[in-house]
DNA sequence: GGCAAATTGTAGCAATGGCTACGGATGCTG
DNA sequence: CAGCATCCGTAGCCATTGCTACAATTTGCC
């Protein structure tokens, strides 16, 4: 009956890696929506949107840059290369699942909306698959 | 209908002050964990439960000391303050509530474990009166 | 009492993500 | 096309949370 296998480090997401593919689904998410909704995404854009520095989002832009997420030069608009448009696609669908779940369990949808930024990172597939069950029935 | 009216650092919760929160709420929810059940609490026992060095955790628990949250003396247990002592009350409600909940939509119990410690601190109220709703329907 | 083991603290490094201040690019507009 | 406003990059600061390595304290055992 050993309870504890798995190290803590799995249940516990407070790490340095785990925050970092947070805010890398985030700034995906967020470039695709934004270039879906104005046609380019630029730093500011970015800024405004996470209500943070321009100078903030500059440097997160390089690092997911390093990691193959999206591409840009300097002075120029922000797009994401394959993995980060297929990672903003899961992301996308992710968050509307929570969101739409949260809606249908009955909390209003501002509240939903707000929750389900912070919730999405957190679900595992199994449990967003008991949220897309719920929704279907 | 001005539906932007509050920045998105409110709906965007990757931020130190947010984070440094989280880790104030797991780690007095694990001292009254671990107080209650081997009697004390020490910076070993919370770096095995937290899968982290005892560095990380002598120093997060010099900081929450400083927040008035728990109280330690070197080479010394922890125990909560009172104010540390209701915040891990509410925690350990908010979790609970959370991790029953995903067990009553039909994620199984280790699933549940885990996806609640990452969901807990992004629970507002409403929605955490929602579950608690719906548990209770 | 004293030694050894276990525990805890300190020093110092890295990564991430906040910021302000300042300077360089770009681009619009007269 | 020149100048100005806007946008973006760089320098350099801080806080948080990881770490290893080493020092100090406590504790248990002989």
């Known amino acids: 009956m050993q309870e504890d296998k798995k190290p803590n480090s799995v249940r516990f997401s407070r790490?340095?890696?785990?925050?970092?593919?947070?805010?890398a689904e985030?700034?995906?998410?967020?470039?695709a929506e934004i270039i879906d909704a104005s046609g380019e995404c630029r730093v500011l854009d970015l800024a405004k949107y996470f209500d943070v520095s321009h100078v903030t989002v500059s440097r997160i832009v390089k690092r997911l840059q390093?990691?193959?997420?999206l591409v840009t030069r300097p002075y120029r608009p922000i797009s994401l290369t394959k993995q980060g448009a297929k990672m903003a696609k899961y992301?996308?669908?992710?968050?509307?699942?929570?969101?739409?779940?949260?809606?249908?369990?009955?909390?209003d949808a501002q509240t939903?909306?707000?929750?389900?930024?912070?919730?999405?990172h957190h679900v595992s597939s199994k449990t967003l698959a008991a949220m897309k069950s719920f929704l279907t029935k």
């Open 15 to 23: 790490t340095r890696k785990h925050h970092a593919n947070e805010t």
């Open 112 to 120: 939903a909306e707000i929750d389900s930024e912070g919730i999405e």
């Open 66 to 69: 390093g990691e193959d997420l």
């Open 26 to 31: 985030d700034y995906v998410e967020a470039v």
């Open 91 to 107: 992301a996308k669908q992710r968050h509307e699942i929570v969101l739409d779940f949260l809606v249908a369990i009955g909390v």
